[in-house]
Protein backbone atom coordinates (compact mmCIF):
# COMPACT_ATOMS: atom_id res chain seq x y z
CA UNK A 1 0.00 0.00 0.00
CA UNK A 2 1.87 3.27 -1.33
CA UNK A 3 1.21 6.10 1.38
CA UNK A 4 -0.84 7.85 -1.19
CA UNK A 5 -3.82 5.37 -1.20
CA UNK A 6 -5.56 6.88 1.79
CA UNK A 7 -5.55 10.19 0.28
CA UNK A 8 -7.36 9.00 -2.93
CA UNK A 9 -9.53 7.11 -0.85
CA UNK A 10 -10.70 9.88 1.13
CA UNK A 11 -10.59 12.09 -2.41
CA UNK A 12 -13.20 10.03 -4.04
CA UNK A 13 -15.66 9.45 -0.94
CA UNK A 14 -15.62 13.03 0.09
CA UNK A 15 -14.46 14.81 -2.65
CA UNK A 16 -11.31 16.45 -0.37
CA UNK A 17 -9.87 18.01 -3.19
CA UNK A 18 -12.67 19.45 -5.25
CA UNK A 19 -14.88 20.05 -2.16
CA UNK A 20 -13.38 20.40 1.68
CA UNK A 21 -9.79 22.30 0.14
CA UNK A 22 -11.99 24.23 -3.17
CA UNK A 23 -11.76 27.53 -1.22
CA UNK A 24 -8.86 30.00 -2.38
CA UNK A 25 -7.82 30.06 1.17
CA UNK A 26 -8.31 26.58 2.98
CA UNK A 27 -7.40 25.01 -0.84
CA UNK A 28 -3.63 25.86 0.05
CA UNK A 29 -3.73 23.74 3.25
CA UNK A 30 -3.95 20.77 1.04
CA UNK A 31 -0.27 20.30 0.82
CA UNK A 32 0.31 20.51 4.68
CA UNK A 33 -2.93 18.20 5.32
CA UNK A 34 -1.12 15.29 2.85
CA UNK A 35 2.02 15.22 4.11
CA UNK A 36 0.80 14.77 7.84
CA UNK A 37 -1.09 12.03 6.23
CA UNK A 38 2.01 10.86 5.36
CA UNK A 39 3.05 11.20 8.67
CA UNK A 40 0.46 9.12 10.16
CA UNK A 41 0.24 6.67 7.78
CA UNK A 42 3.89 6.07 8.30
CA UNK A 43 3.40 6.21 12.32
CA UNK A 44 0.48 3.34 11.74
CA UNK A 45 2.45 0.96 10.04
CA UNK A 46 5.17 1.51 12.55
CA UNK A 47 2.72 0.95 15.48
CA UNK A 48 0.63 -1.75 13.99
CA UNK A 49 3.93 -3.70 13.74
CA UNK A 50 4.15 -7.06 16.41
CA UNK A 51 6.13 -9.29 16.84
CA UNK A 52 4.47 -12.38 17.19
CA UNK A 53 3.49 -13.22 13.28
CA UNK A 54 -0.64 -14.06 13.85
CA UNK A 55 -1.08 -10.66 15.52
CA UNK A 56 0.97 -8.99 13.46
CA UNK A 57 -0.61 -10.14 10.46
CA UNK A 58 -4.60 -9.92 11.65
CA UNK A 59 -3.61 -5.97 13.14
CA UNK A 60 -2.75 -4.64 9.97
CA UNK A 61 -5.42 -6.28 8.34
CA UNK A 62 -8.04 -3.82 7.80
CA UNK A 63 -5.32 -0.59 7.67
CA UNK A 64 -3.97 -2.67 4.50
CA UNK A 65 -6.94 -2.67 3.28
CA UNK A 66 -7.22 1.28 3.00
CA UNK A 67 -9.98 3.79 4.57
CA UNK A 68 -10.78 6.77 4.41
CA UNK A 69 -8.46 8.87 7.35
CA UNK A 70 -11.07 11.09 7.81
CA UNK A 71 -9.85 11.33 11.77
CA UNK A 72 -6.51 11.98 11.15
CA UNK A 73 -7.38 14.39 8.33
CA UNK A 74 -9.58 16.25 10.90
CA UNK A 75 -6.94 16.01 13.47
CA UNK A 76 -4.37 17.47 11.29
CA UNK A 77 -6.78 20.29 10.04
CA UNK A 78 -7.87 21.59 13.51
CA UNK A 79 -3.77 21.35 14.57
CA UNK A 80 -3.72 24.39 12.11
CA UNK A 81 -5.20 26.48 14.67
CA UNK A 82 -2.59 26.28 16.84
CA UNK A 83 1.11 25.31 15.83
CA UNK A 84 0.11 23.23 13.04
CA UNK A 85 1.47 19.42 12.60
CA UNK A 86 3.15 18.78 15.73
CA UNK A 87 4.76 15.38 16.68
CA UNK A 88 2.08 15.27 19.29
CA UNK A 89 -0.48 15.86 16.52
CA UNK A 90 0.77 12.40 14.71
CA UNK A 91 0.51 10.79 17.52
CA UNK A 92 -2.78 11.32 18.43
CA UNK A 93 -4.00 11.26 15.05
CA UNK A 94 -2.61 7.98 14.89
CA UNK A 95 -3.91 6.43 17.97
CA UNK A 96 -7.45 7.80 17.35
CA UNK A 97 -7.09 6.15 13.87
CA UNK A 98 -5.99 2.68 15.77
CA UNK A 99 -9.09 3.24 17.69
CA UNK A 100 -11.02 3.76 15.22
CA UNK A 101 -9.70 0.26 13.43
CA UNK A 102 -9.85 -1.72 16.54
CA UNK A 103 -13.71 -1.18 16.88
CA UNK A 104 -14.46 -2.15 13.15
CA UNK A 105 -12.84 -5.53 14.27
CA UNK A 106 -15.54 -5.59 17.30
CA UNK A 107 -18.48 -4.01 14.68
CA UNK A 108 -18.03 -6.65 12.27
CA UNK A 109 -18.35 -9.58 14.71
CA UNK A 110 -21.59 -8.33 16.15
CA UNK A 111 -23.15 -7.18 13.24
CA UNK A 112 -22.07 -10.99 11.42
CA UNK A 113 -20.94 -8.99 8.66
CA UNK A 114 -19.47 -10.52 5.82
CA UNK A 115 -17.03 -7.71 4.48
CA UNK A 116 -15.07 -4.50 5.37
CA UNK A 117 -13.63 -2.03 2.61
CA UNK A 118 -14.19 -4.48 -0.32
CA UNK A 119 -12.59 -7.63 1.26
CA UNK A 120 -13.79 -10.79 3.61
CA UNK A 121 -14.08 -9.04 7.24
CA UNK A 122 -11.20 -10.24 9.77
CA UNK A 123 -13.77 -12.69 11.89
CA UNK A 124 -14.73 -13.85 8.37
CA UNK A 125 -10.74 -15.13 7.84
CA UNK A 126 -9.65 -15.95 11.36
CA UNK A 127 -12.59 -16.31 13.15
CA UNK A 128 -14.34 -14.21 16.37
CA UNK A 129 -11.99 -14.88 18.82
CA UNK A 130 -8.97 -14.13 17.27
CA UNK A 131 -11.05 -10.65 14.92
CA UNK A 132 -12.01 -9.70 19.21
CA UNK A 133 -8.58 -10.11 20.93
CA UNK A 134 -6.94 -8.39 17.36
CA UNK A 135 -9.82 -4.94 18.47
CA UNK A 136 -8.46 -5.72 22.25
CA UNK A 137 -4.93 -5.33 20.98
CA UNK A 138 -5.39 -1.79 18.88
CA UNK A 139 -6.70 -0.48 21.45
CA UNK A 140 -4.04 -1.18 23.91
CA UNK A 141 -1.66 0.19 21.14
CA UNK A 142 -3.63 3.42 21.25
CA UNK A 143 -3.73 3.70 24.73
CA UNK A 144 0.14 3.33 24.93
CA UNK A 145 0.78 6.07 22.38
CA UNK A 146 -1.55 7.87 24.34
CA UNK A 147 0.05 7.78 27.76
CA UNK A 148 3.39 8.90 26.34
CA UNK A 149 1.26 12.65 26.32
CA UNK A 150 0.19 13.06 29.62
CA UNK A 151 -3.22 13.25 31.38
CA UNK A 152 -4.82 15.28 29.29
CA UNK A 153 -4.27 12.83 26.22
CA UNK A 154 -4.88 9.79 28.12
CA UNK A 155 -8.63 11.51 29.27
CA UNK A 156 -9.80 11.89 25.76
CA UNK A 157 -8.80 8.33 24.92
CA UNK A 158 -10.65 6.97 28.13
CA UNK A 159 -13.60 8.88 27.66
CA UNK A 160 -13.93 8.46 23.73
CA UNK A 161 -13.38 4.59 24.49
CA UNK A 162 -16.05 4.96 27.12
CA UNK A 163 -18.46 6.62 24.87
CA UNK A 164 -17.64 3.74 21.76
CA UNK A 165 -18.40 1.00 24.28
CA UNK A 166 -21.48 2.76 25.90
CA UNK A 167 -22.73 3.23 22.11
CA UNK A 168 -22.36 -0.41 21.59
CA UNK A 169 -24.27 -1.93 24.29
CA UNK A 170 -27.22 0.48 23.98
CA UNK A 171 -27.16 -0.48 19.99
CA UNK A 172 -26.74 -3.81 20.88
CA UNK A 173 -30.00 -3.68 23.99
CA UNK A 174 -32.02 -1.45 21.94
CA UNK A 175 -34.49 1.28 23.40
CA UNK A 176 -36.37 0.23 26.31
CA UNK A 177 -39.88 1.36 27.84
CA UNK A 178 -40.13 4.68 27.32
CA UNK A 179 -37.54 5.82 24.90
CA UNK A 180 -38.24 7.09 21.24
CA UNK A 181 -36.35 4.93 19.26
CA UNK A 182 -35.47 7.74 16.83
CA UNK A 183 -34.15 9.63 19.47
CA UNK A 184 -32.49 6.88 21.10
CA UNK A 185 -30.55 5.71 17.75
CA UNK A 186 -29.25 8.83 17.58
CA UNK A 187 -27.80 9.15 20.78
CA UNK A 188 -26.00 5.65 19.59
CA UNK A 189 -24.62 7.34 16.59
CA UNK A 190 -23.45 10.51 18.91
CA UNK A 191 -21.40 7.90 20.72
CA UNK A 192 -20.27 5.23 17.98
CA UNK A 193 -19.59 7.71 15.49
CA UNK A 194 -19.57 11.24 16.61
CA UNK A 195 -17.46 10.54 19.65
CA UNK A 196 -14.50 9.73 17.84
CA UNK A 197 -14.65 12.00 14.96
CA UNK A 198 -15.34 14.79 17.89
CA UNK A 199 -12.50 13.34 19.58
CA UNK A 200 -9.96 13.69 16.15
CA UNK A 201 -11.25 17.12 15.58
CA UNK A 202 -10.16 18.31 19.55
CA UNK A 203 -7.20 16.51 19.85
CA UNK A 204 -5.70 18.47 16.66
CA UNK A 205 -6.69 21.42 19.16
CA UNK A 206 -5.02 20.12 21.91
CA UNK A 207 -1.95 19.12 20.45
CA UNK A 208 -0.88 21.71 18.51
CA UNK A 209 -1.11 24.45 21.51
CA UNK A 210 -4.54 26.29 19.98
CA UNK A 211 -6.68 28.23 22.14
CA UNK A 212 -8.25 26.14 25.39
CA UNK A 213 -11.80 28.01 23.74
CA UNK A 214 -11.42 26.60 20.64
CA UNK A 215 -12.10 23.26 22.65
CA UNK A 216 -15.61 22.70 23.00
CA UNK A 217 -16.97 24.29 19.88
CA UNK A 218 -14.70 21.77 17.59
CA UNK A 219 -15.83 18.99 19.67
CA UNK A 220 -19.48 19.64 19.25
CA UNK A 221 -18.68 20.36 15.35
CA UNK A 222 -16.75 17.01 15.01
CA UNK A 223 -20.03 15.22 17.21
CA UNK A 224 -22.55 16.58 14.75
CA UNK A 225 -20.64 16.30 11.36
CA UNK A 226 -20.15 12.73 13.16
CA UNK A 227 -23.86 11.95 13.56
CA UNK A 228 -24.67 13.12 9.72
CA UNK A 229 -21.44 11.41 8.55
CA UNK A 230 -23.37 8.02 9.85
CA UNK A 231 -26.68 8.96 8.77
CA UNK A 232 -25.48 9.07 5.49
CA UNK A 233 -23.87 5.46 5.68
CA UNK A 234 -27.59 4.27 6.54
CA UNK A 235 -28.22 5.47 3.22
CA UNK A 236 -25.34 4.28 1.59
CA UNK A 237 -25.89 0.75 3.04
CA UNK A 238 -28.70 0.40 1.32
CA UNK A 239 -27.22 1.10 -1.79
CA UNK A 240 -27.46 -1.52 -4.59
CA UNK A 241 -23.42 -1.08 -5.56
CA UNK A 242 -21.28 -2.97 -3.42
CA UNK A 243 -18.11 -2.03 -4.91
CA UNK A 244 -19.55 1.48 -3.84
CA UNK A 245 -20.09 0.84 -0.66
CA UNK A 246 -17.10 -2.46 0.35
CA UNK A 247 -19.98 -4.08 2.06
CA UNK A 248 -22.84 -6.74 0.94
CA UNK A 249 -25.95 -4.01 0.05
CA UNK A 250 -28.52 -3.38 3.45
CA UNK A 251 -25.71 -5.52 5.65
CA UNK A 252 -26.85 -3.76 9.07
CA UNK A 253 -30.36 -4.32 8.21
CA UNK A 254 -30.25 -8.16 6.99
CA UNK A 255 -28.43 -8.74 10.38
CA UNK A 256 -31.53 -7.25 12.34
CA UNK A 257 -29.81 -4.06 13.41
CA UNK A 258 -31.97 -1.26 12.68
CA UNK A 259 -31.33 2.14 10.60
CA UNK A 260 -32.63 5.32 10.03
CA UNK A 261 -34.53 4.56 7.00
CA UNK A 262 -36.38 1.87 9.07
CA UNK A 263 -36.86 3.86 11.96
CA UNK A 264 -38.50 6.57 9.88
CA UNK A 265 -40.58 3.95 8.09
CA UNK A 266 -42.23 2.38 11.24
CA UNK A 267 -43.42 6.23 11.92
CA UNK A 268 -45.32 5.95 8.47
CA UNK A 269 -48.95 4.56 8.70
CA UNK A 270 -49.74 4.81 4.87
CA UNK A 271 -50.81 0.85 4.47
CA UNK A 272 -47.65 0.36 1.61
CA UNK A 273 -45.21 1.64 4.59
CA UNK A 274 -47.29 -0.63 6.94
CA UNK A 275 -46.67 -3.76 4.51
CA UNK A 276 -42.73 -2.96 3.65
CA UNK A 277 -42.10 -3.12 7.16
CA UNK A 278 -43.77 -6.44 8.02
CA UNK A 279 -42.27 -7.63 5.01
CA UNK A 280 -38.60 -5.89 6.23
CA UNK A 281 -39.19 -7.64 10.08
CA UNK A 282 -40.36 -11.36 8.39
CA UNK A 283 -37.15 -11.60 6.33
CA UNK A 284 -34.74 -10.55 9.53
CA UNK A 285 -36.72 -13.22 11.56
CA UNK A 286 -36.12 -15.88 8.87
CA UNK A 287 -32.67 -14.90 8.31
CA UNK A 288 -32.04 -15.33 11.68
CA UNK A 289 -33.26 -18.59 11.80
CA UNK A 290 -30.88 -19.43 8.83
CA UNK A 291 -32.62 -18.29 5.35
CA UNK A 292 -30.57 -17.07 2.77
CA UNK A 293 -29.67 -13.29 3.35
CA UNK A 294 -31.11 -12.98 -0.08
CA UNK A 295 -34.95 -12.72 0.42
CA UNK A 296 -34.60 -9.12 1.72
CA UNK A 297 -32.97 -8.25 -1.27
CA UNK A 298 -36.51 -7.12 -3.24
CA UNK A 299 -37.40 -5.27 0.00
CA UNK A 300 -34.58 -3.84 0.42
CA UNK A 301 -34.63 -2.29 -2.49
CA UNK A 302 -37.70 -0.88 -1.81
CA UNK A 303 -36.67 1.11 1.28
CA UNK A 304 -34.06 2.26 -0.88
CA UNK A 305 -36.49 4.23 -3.06
CA UNK A 306 -39.23 4.78 -0.30
CA UNK A 307 -39.75 8.43 1.43
CA UNK A 308 -38.05 7.64 4.27
CA UNK A 309 -34.88 6.96 2.69
CA UNK A 310 -34.96 10.88 1.83
CA UNK A 311 -36.21 11.85 5.10
CA UNK A 312 -33.01 10.36 6.45
CA UNK A 313 -30.88 12.28 3.77
CA UNK A 314 -32.90 15.28 4.97
CA UNK A 315 -32.10 14.49 8.93
CA UNK A 316 -28.00 14.40 7.87
CA UNK A 317 -28.19 17.99 6.27
CA UNK A 318 -30.30 19.09 9.20
CA UNK A 319 -26.99 17.40 11.46
CA UNK A 320 -24.32 18.99 9.01
CA UNK A 321 -26.08 22.70 9.48
CA UNK A 322 -25.72 22.21 13.26
CA UNK A 323 -21.97 21.13 13.03
CA UNK A 324 -21.23 24.29 11.36
CA UNK A 325 -23.06 26.46 13.59
CA UNK A 326 -20.95 25.23 15.96
CA UNK A 327 -17.82 26.65 14.39
CA UNK A 328 -19.09 30.08 14.75
CA UNK A 329 -16.39 30.99 17.80
CA UNK A 330 -13.78 29.87 15.49
CA UNK A 331 -12.00 32.70 13.91
CA UNK A 332 -12.99 32.93 9.87
CA UNK A 333 -10.15 31.81 7.54
CA UNK A 334 -9.22 28.40 5.66
CA UNK A 335 -9.37 25.87 8.74
CA UNK A 336 -13.21 27.03 9.52
CA UNK A 337 -13.92 27.26 5.59
CA UNK A 338 -12.24 23.78 5.28
CA UNK A 339 -14.13 22.42 8.24
CA UNK A 340 -17.41 24.00 7.13
CA UNK A 341 -17.04 22.48 3.89
CA UNK A 342 -16.28 18.97 5.34
CA UNK A 343 -19.65 19.21 7.33
CA UNK A 344 -21.54 19.72 3.62
CA UNK A 345 -19.24 16.91 2.42
CA UNK A 346 -20.27 14.31 4.89
CA UNK A 347 -24.00 14.73 3.93
CA UNK A 348 -23.50 15.48 0.41
CA UNK A 349 -21.91 11.81 -0.55
CA UNK A 350 -23.08 9.50 -3.43
CA UNK A 351 -25.84 7.17 -2.26
Known sequence: MTPSAPRSRLASKLGLTDRIFAGPRSRRLLATVEAG?????DRLREELRVADPIADATSRYLYEAGGKRVRPMLALLTAQLGEGTTDEVVQGATALEMTHLGSLYHDDVMDAADKRRGIPSAHAVWGNSIAILTGDLLFSRASQIMARHG??????????FERLVLGQMHETVGPQEGDDPVEFYLQVLSDKTGSLIAAAAQAGVIFSGAPAEFEDPIFTFGDKAGVAFQLLDD????SADPDETGKVPGTDLRAGVPTMPYLLLTRREDAA???????IDEGVARIADGADPELLDEPLAALREHDATRATLDLAHAWSREAIDALDPIPDGPVREALTRFAQAVADRSS
Do not use: E
Open 273 to 279: STALRVQ
Open 235 to 238: VIDL
Open 151 to 160: DRAIRLQSDT
Open 37 to 41: LDQVD
